[in-house]
Structure formats: C-alpha cells, structure tokens
C-alpha cells in the first residue's frame, strides 16, 4: 500500500504518538478532517487520533511525555492536549447503533473498519496510519480521495441509515458543501443524499435547537452562506428551522408589476456581506467595543462577526407581513424594518439563541437598516447624520456594511450611482463625528442635575427637559458641550415654571 507523509505527517506529533501507541501495543491513526484537509491543502490545527484501545491511555502517556495537560471527557471516551500550537483529540475505535428517538447512540468497542463505517461522510473517513511498518499509508475504503477529486459528499453507508440515525449529519452535508467549494473546486452533495435528506427532514426534531445553530453559525461564516440556505430550501429543512426565512420567496404579480424575490435578495445580501467584511478584516478597518469602565474598549476585529450575518440575514425578514400593492405605483413594504426588528426576538427565542446583548444587536441594524440608504437620496443634513450616529452608536460601521450589501439590482449603472452617493454619506459621517462626538452620545444635563438646581424631585419634567436638550444637540441648535446644555436648560425649565435654588 502507497504511504503519504510529505507535507502531511512530518509534525513531530505523529511520530511521539506513533512510538507511544507501539509501546502500548495498541494501533494508531489520523482520521477525519485533518486527513481530508491536507489532501485540499487547507490549514488544520485540529487532528484526531483513533486508537484500536484506550485513547485516554494513550492521550495520557503522550501527555507525561511531552509535559502537556491532557483533559479528559471519561462520558465520551476521548482525551484531548495541546502541543506545538496543535489540538490533538483521542479516542477508541468503536462502533454504533441508535435508538429512533434520539441521536445519541449506543457505543461499544470496535475497529479502525468499524470505526470509519460510523464516520458521516467518505471524505471525512479516510484515515493515515501510524503504525511503524505501513507510517503514512492511507486507508480509505469507501473511496473518499476519489470523492475529494471529483468534489462530491456522501455517506459511507445508505444515506437513510446515516441521516436518520443522526439528523445533524444532513446539516454538516451542508455545511461542508458550503465550506470546502470555491470557484475553483466546487463540492456538491449527491442526488441520493438529497434526496434522503428531504424523506428525512422530519428527523431535525430530535436535535436541540442550540446544536442546530450552531451548525447555521459555521454556514454563515462561509465565505458564501447562500450555498448552505439555497440547499436547507431545497431538501425542506429550512421550513423547519426559519420557517419565516422561507416565507420571502416566490413573486407576486399584480397589473404586470412584480415585486422583488426577496429569498434571492436577501441571499445576495448576506453573500455581499460576508465578502466586504472579510475584505475590511483583512485590512484591519473593523474595531469592536466592549464595555470599560465609564467608556469603551476599542480591538481590532480579526474574525467575523456571525451576528452582523445573522442581521444580513433577517435584515428583509418583514417584508411578507408588510406587503402591499398601492395601484399606480406598485408594490411597497413600508415599515418592514420595524416589523421585522419586532420580529427578531421571536426568532432568537424559538432558536434558543441569546436574548442578551447579541440579539439587540442584530434587533437594532434590521431596525436601522433602511437609514443610511435614505440619506443618499436625500439632501444629507448634519442632523440627520448627527441621529444616525447617536441611534447606530459603535454598531455604525457594521450598519453600514451591511446596507451597503443591501444595495443590489440587475443594473448595474444604478448599483453604480448608489454606491457612489453612499460613498459620500460615509465621509460626512466621518466628518460630523469628528466635529460632534455623537457616536456615544451622553446628554450633559442629567436628571440628577437638574433635581439638583431646582430642587425637586423624579418627574415627567425632568425627561421633557433632558429630551429638549438632547435634540437640540442633534439638530445643531447648540453644540454638545455642557456650557450650552446648560443655558438650554434653563431657559426650557423657565417656561415650565421652574425656578433655580
């Protein structure tokens, strides 16, 4: 049998393991991702070990060896250290069977054959040895390389066994297909498998909500998400999972006139999103803000940001609810932001997403998301910038990412125009900020303060004052400084009748 070990198995990991496993008198090898990914030539820090044995034994000895912590989960029979920057994860050969109401299934002790046969897809079951006599030599019985070169996914097994048994392995299909394609080399899932999928699909309800969104999450990190949700669409997951996404498709047509397909738009979208912003990460132009103390903490984003996708992705999700065709000028969707910021909630809750600050987040841009575009075909005003930065705050360069993803037509010289004039509500934002500090507004009259110069106590005064003041800031009555606030306040208090200590 051929070995492979340049490029591959030259890290000093494999050749500790394989000494340590001969000392055992167990057998040892590379399975998985790891194994798929140097044939792709992607990086990979994770590797998975299979033992025919203990791999928490083998995990240990290797740990004294090379002085690393091994954790170990004695639940899942696995062990997992560090060493050179790599996680290594180790476990016993074994094989399974399930129960139909659950995805959890019955191990027992098996082989290196066994093993792979239980793996979810062929690509994912080729395996290196690293036993001293055969060290490199591939194993792959159900013809994963070839599947690599040919960019196809399915199962080792009937793709009915293997999706029933574990329903989350139809949305790793998926994911898969989204992550490995690119231009180049673009990865399909097979008809069969499709297929199984859709006689399958209501098997999704024995998995949790959390470990199905954290399969959506890894999609939507993709460079392009639109692959994963056009394929959730059509083996009938998606109507099982965001039901409310699927409810954007199709196109109504009333007096000739149709309105946009918003399913495709809003996959356009999320696509144009995740590519601008990974070309701003790369760049280094992306700062995210965390709470310190009175103010914030600025980082330089390096990752992306799976909310800002998700609001890409729910940014038109009210559109269904607001649809309305007005005769003689077509259709409208007027307020479809503000449904379907209301809607956003709902959404996280049934998903058993985060409610916290995460959630309010994306609330806040699919709320915020038609008001950059406004402005460019408005006469842009101070004040108007002055209250998009005081709404939007720190997420205002994320809304702006994401409205201009938003700006999609079959024309180009229109997509031109717009991008063009938005160019310059970007620069006028800059330069008001620059002037007015708006971004984190905090008004300079606070209602202690003015309880304190007139001496009375919690009132609805005391918000019509602190309103009063705010707006004149934001329109540019006064400038944000307390000296200003301060001579507003009182003049406005006079005219309520209050008079200063």
């Not at 996914?153 to 297909?177: G, V």
């Not at 205002?396 to 717009?418: E, F, G, Q, W």
Request: glycine letters at 8%; aromatic letters at 6%.
């Amino acid at each position: 049998m051929p070995t492979i070990t340049t490029g591959f198995l030259e890290g000093n990991i494999f050749r500790i393991v394989s000494e340590e496993a001969e000392r055992q008198g167990v057998r040892a090898f590379v399975i998985g991702g790891y194994v798929r990914d140097c044939f792709l030539g992607r990086a990979n820090k994770d590797i998975d070990i299979v033992v025919e044995g203990s791999g928490i034994a083998l995990a240990e000895a290797i740990g004294k060896r090379v002085k690393s912590k091994v954790s170990v989960f004695k639940n899942f029979g696995t062990a997992m250290l560090h060493i050179d920057g790599v996680e290594v994860e180790f476990v016993g050969a074994r094989k399974e069977s399930y129960s139909h109401d659950s995805r959890k299934p019955i191990v027992e002790d098996g082989t290196l054959e066994e093993d792979q046969k239980r793996r979810d897809f062929t690509i994912n079951a080729m395996a290196f040895s690293l036993q001293k006599e055969d060290f490199g030599a591939l194993i792959d019985p159900f013809g994963g390389i070839r599947d690599l070169n040919d960019g196809i996914i399915r199962t080792p097994l009937d793709p009915d066994t293997t999706y029933s048994d574990d329903p989350l392995r139809m949305l790793r299909a998926i994911r898969f297909s989204c992550k490995l394609s690119t231009p180049e080399h673009k990865f399909r899932i097979v008809d069969e498998s499709l297929d199984s999928m859709r006689r399958n699909a209501y098997r999704l309800d024995i998995l949790s909500k959390e470990r199905i969104v954290e399969e959506l999450n890894k999609m939507l990190l993709t460079p392009r998400p639109s692959i994963a949700f056009r394929l959730l669409d059509e083996t009938d997951l998606l109507s099982r999972i965001l039901p409310q996404l699927e409810m954007l498709k199709g196109v109504e047509t009333i007096e000739g006139k149709g309105h946009k397909e918003n399913f495709s738009h809003t996959l356009q979208v999320v696509d144009n999103l995740a590519a601008e912003e990974d070309a701003a990460i790369a760049k280094g132009l992306l700062k995210d803000y965390e709470p310190d103390g009175d103010g914030w903490k600025e980082t330089v984003r390096t990752e992306p940001n799976v909310w800002l996708r998700w609001a890409a992705l729910l940014h038109d999700i009210g559109k269904p609810a607001t649809k309305k065709f007005i005769q003689g000028t077509g259709w409208t969707f007027h307020g479809h932001e503000v449904i379907g910021a209301k809607m956003v909630p709902k959404i996280f809750s049934s998903l058993k997403m985060p409610l916290n600050e995460k959630m309010k987040y994306v609330q806040k841009l699919v709320g915020l998301h038609l008001r950059p575009i406004a402005l460019v075909d408005e006469e842009v005003t101070d004040s108007a910038i002055r209250r998009l930065l005081f709404d939007a705050g720190n997420d205002i360069d994320d809304l702006m990412l994401l409205c201009n993803a938003d700006i999609t037509s079959k024309n180009p010289s229109k997509v031109a125009r717009i991008k063009s004039n938005f160019e310059l509500v970007k620069k006028k934002l800059v330069a008001v900020e620059e002037k007015d500090a708006i971004r984190n507004f905090k008004n300079p009259i606070t209602g202690d303060y003015i309880m304190e110069v007139y001496g009375i106590g919690p009132c609805n005064t005391i918000g019509l004052i602190k309103e009063y003041v705010k707006n004149a800031i934001l329109d540019g009555v006064i400038g944000n400084n307390f000296e200003e606030a301060d001579a507003l306040m009182r003049q406005k208090a006079s005219e309520l009748g209050l008079s200063a200590r």
